[in-house]
């Protein structure tokens, strides 16, 4: 799981391009992020790269949210950790 996250800078995150649960080929980047720091939070609650995700999808809000209800409730639930 670790050596599939990207990072630029003091940022890091998972990419999806394809939601499976709605069959759809949409930018899924959130949600994959948000499953992969409930993982991590769970087995490495001190790596760095939990701070790095939490801060990606932070910054990766629109308005307060990330786009739509769904993503809104994984991003959350993936911070909440």
Avoid: C, H
Wanted: hydrophobic content about 50%.
């Amino acid at each position: 799981l670790i050596a599939e996250a990207q990072s630029r800078g003091e940022l890091s995150w998972w990419a999806g391009d394809r939601d499976d649960l709605l069959f759809d080929d949409v930018e899924t980047s959130v949600e994959a992020t948000a499953f992969a720091l409930q993982a991590l939070a769970g087995r490495e609650a001190a790596a760095p790269l939990l701070s790095r995700a939490a801060r990606w999808l932070l910054l990766n809000r629109s308005g307060g949210a990330w786009g739509s209800t769904k993503r809104t409730a994984m991003a959350v639930y993936g911070l909440l950790g």
